[in-house]
Protein backbone atom coordinates (compact mmCIF):
# COMPACT_ATOMS: atom_id res chain seq x y z
CA UNK A 1 0.00 0.00 0.00
CA UNK A 2 1.21 3.85 -0.65
CA UNK A 3 0.39 6.81 1.59
CA UNK A 4 2.28 9.77 0.00
CA UNK A 5 1.52 12.91 1.73
CA UNK A 6 2.85 16.63 0.89
CA UNK A 7 1.85 19.63 2.87
CA UNK A 8 3.05 22.87 2.15
CA UNK A 9 2.24 25.63 4.62
CA UNK A 10 1.62 29.14 4.05
CA UNK A 11 -1.41 31.48 4.52
CA UNK A 12 -4.55 30.29 3.87
CA UNK A 13 -6.20 30.93 0.42
CA UNK A 14 -8.80 29.15 -0.22
CA UNK A 15 -9.61 29.29 -4.00
CA UNK A 16 -5.94 27.48 -4.23
CA UNK A 17 -7.63 24.05 -5.01
CA UNK A 18 -9.65 25.00 -7.36
CA UNK A 19 -7.19 27.00 -9.41
CA UNK A 20 -5.16 23.14 -9.41
CA UNK A 21 -5.00 23.25 -13.36
CA UNK A 22 -3.70 26.88 -13.43
CA UNK A 23 -1.24 26.16 -11.26
CA UNK A 24 -0.24 23.25 -12.41
CA UNK A 25 3.51 23.79 -13.37
CA UNK A 26 3.29 22.60 -17.12
CA UNK A 27 6.55 24.24 -18.01
CA UNK A 28 8.17 21.45 -15.92
CA UNK A 29 5.71 18.88 -16.91
CA UNK A 30 2.80 17.16 -18.69
CA UNK A 31 0.42 19.48 -18.55
CA UNK A 32 -2.96 18.37 -16.16
CA UNK A 33 -5.69 18.28 -18.89
CA UNK A 34 -9.29 17.69 -17.98
CA UNK A 35 -12.48 17.21 -20.35
CA UNK A 36 -14.58 19.90 -18.48
CA UNK A 37 -14.26 22.61 -15.52
CA UNK A 38 -12.93 20.63 -12.22
CA UNK A 39 -16.09 19.11 -10.45
CA UNK A 40 -17.05 15.60 -9.87
CA UNK A 41 -17.33 13.38 -13.23
CA UNK A 42 -14.05 15.15 -15.14
CA UNK A 43 -11.92 12.96 -16.59
CA UNK A 44 -8.59 13.81 -17.42
CA UNK A 45 -5.08 13.61 -16.14
CA UNK A 46 -1.15 14.01 -17.16
CA UNK A 47 1.29 12.27 -19.09
CA UNK A 48 0.20 8.61 -18.75
CA UNK A 49 -1.39 9.14 -15.34
CA UNK A 50 -5.36 9.11 -15.90
CA UNK A 51 -7.88 10.25 -13.19
CA UNK A 52 -11.70 10.93 -12.56
CA UNK A 53 -12.63 13.55 -10.25
CA UNK A 54 -14.62 11.62 -7.47
CA UNK A 55 -15.27 14.36 -5.02
CA UNK A 56 -15.20 18.16 -5.49
CA UNK A 57 -15.99 20.61 -2.30
CA UNK A 58 -15.56 24.13 -3.77
CA UNK A 59 -12.70 25.86 -2.18
CA UNK A 60 -11.94 23.35 -0.11
CA UNK A 61 -10.94 19.41 -1.28
CA UNK A 62 -10.83 17.83 -4.68
CA UNK A 63 -10.28 13.90 -4.92
CA UNK A 64 -9.45 12.03 -7.92
CA UNK A 65 -9.24 7.82 -8.08
CA UNK A 66 -6.99 6.37 -10.71
CA UNK A 67 -7.95 4.88 -13.91
CA UNK A 68 -6.92 1.36 -12.50
CA UNK A 69 -5.59 1.00 -16.28
CA UNK A 70 -2.66 2.31 -15.02
CA UNK A 71 -1.96 0.18 -12.43
CA UNK A 72 -2.90 2.11 -9.25
CA UNK A 73 -5.67 1.63 -7.59
CA UNK A 74 -6.81 4.41 -5.58
CA UNK A 75 -6.98 8.20 -5.18
CA UNK A 76 -5.64 11.22 -4.43
CA UNK A 77 -6.28 14.19 -3.10
CA UNK A 78 -5.70 17.90 -2.97
CA UNK A 79 -7.29 19.69 0.17
CA UNK A 80 -6.97 22.84 1.81
CA UNK A 81 -5.87 22.77 5.59
CA UNK A 82 -5.21 25.05 7.93
CA UNK A 83 -2.43 27.42 6.87
CA UNK A 84 -1.98 25.34 3.73
CA UNK A 85 -2.45 22.42 1.60
CA UNK A 86 -2.29 19.19 1.64
CA UNK A 87 -2.38 16.67 -1.44
CA UNK A 88 -2.30 12.87 -0.08
CA UNK A 89 -2.06 9.90 -2.31
CA UNK A 90 -3.30 6.58 -1.28
CA UNK A 91 -3.04 3.42 -3.35
CA UNK A 92 -2.22 -0.20 -4.23
CA UNK A 93 0.19 -0.87 -6.89
CA UNK A 94 -0.61 -3.55 -9.51
CA UNK A 95 1.02 -5.68 -12.47
CA UNK A 96 4.04 -3.66 -13.58
CA UNK A 97 3.27 -0.61 -11.06
CA UNK A 98 4.98 -2.46 -8.56
CA UNK A 99 7.85 -2.07 -10.28
CA UNK A 100 7.75 1.02 -11.40
CA UNK A 101 6.71 3.17 -8.69
CA UNK A 102 9.46 2.41 -6.49
CA UNK A 103 11.70 2.77 -9.14
CA UNK A 104 10.21 5.86 -10.99
CA UNK A 105 7.27 7.14 -10.35
CA UNK A 106 7.03 8.08 -6.57
CA UNK A 107 10.28 10.49 -7.25
CA UNK A 108 8.74 12.10 -10.12
CA UNK A 109 5.30 12.35 -8.60
CA UNK A 110 7.17 13.93 -5.30
CA UNK A 111 9.12 16.91 -7.39
CA UNK A 112 5.89 17.20 -9.65
CA UNK A 113 4.25 17.57 -6.48
CA UNK A 114 6.82 20.02 -4.80
CA UNK A 115 6.86 22.33 -8.12
CA UNK A 116 3.01 22.39 -7.71
CA UNK A 117 3.30 23.49 -3.88
CA UNK A 118 5.95 26.41 -4.61
CA UNK A 119 3.44 27.80 -7.59
CA UNK A 120 0.60 27.74 -4.59
CA UNK A 121 2.80 29.44 -2.73
CA UNK A 122 3.94 31.77 -5.08
CA UNK A 123 -0.09 32.49 -5.80
CA UNK A 124 -0.55 32.99 -1.96
CA UNK A 125 1.89 35.77 -2.08
CA UNK A 126 4.10 33.89 -0.15
CA UNK A 127 7.05 32.56 -2.23
CA UNK A 128 8.65 29.84 -1.10
CA UNK A 129 12.45 30.68 0.72
CA UNK A 130 13.46 27.58 -0.72
CA UNK A 131 12.02 26.83 -4.17
CA UNK A 132 11.55 22.74 -4.74
CA UNK A 133 15.13 21.04 -6.48
CA UNK A 134 15.06 18.24 -8.72
CA UNK A 135 17.70 15.45 -7.49
CA UNK A 136 19.89 13.84 -9.11
CA UNK A 137 17.77 10.76 -9.85
CA UNK A 138 14.58 13.07 -10.97
CA UNK A 139 17.17 14.65 -13.76
CA UNK A 140 17.99 11.24 -14.45
CA UNK A 141 14.09 10.04 -14.93
CA UNK A 142 13.80 13.02 -16.71
CA UNK A 143 16.32 12.51 -19.35
CA UNK A 144 16.05 9.18 -19.74
CA UNK A 145 12.46 9.80 -20.27
CA UNK A 146 12.88 12.60 -23.03
CA UNK A 147 15.39 10.51 -25.21
CA UNK A 148 13.44 7.80 -25.17
CA UNK A 149 10.35 10.32 -26.30
CA UNK A 150 13.13 11.37 -29.24
CA UNK A 151 13.54 7.69 -30.63
CA UNK A 152 12.00 7.61 -33.98
CA UNK A 153 9.27 4.39 -33.62
Same mark, same amino acid.
Given at each position: ?9 ? @? =??? %? *?? %? ?12 ? #??? =? +?????? @? ?17 ? $?????? =????? &? ?11 ? #??? /? *??? $? ?5 ? &? ?12 ? *????? =?? !?? $?? !?????? +??? $??? /???? #? ?13
Amino acid at each position: MIENVHTRLF @A =DSP %D *LV %DRIVELWPSDRWPP #LVL =D +RPLGVG @ADGGHAFVRYRCTAHVPGR $RVEFAF =DPRIG &LIGSHVLEAIPGG #LRH /T *LTG $RPRGLMR &LWWPLAVRWLHDAL *LEDLL =DN !AA $RA !AGHPPV +RPA $RWS /TWVR #LLRVAAEKGARRPA
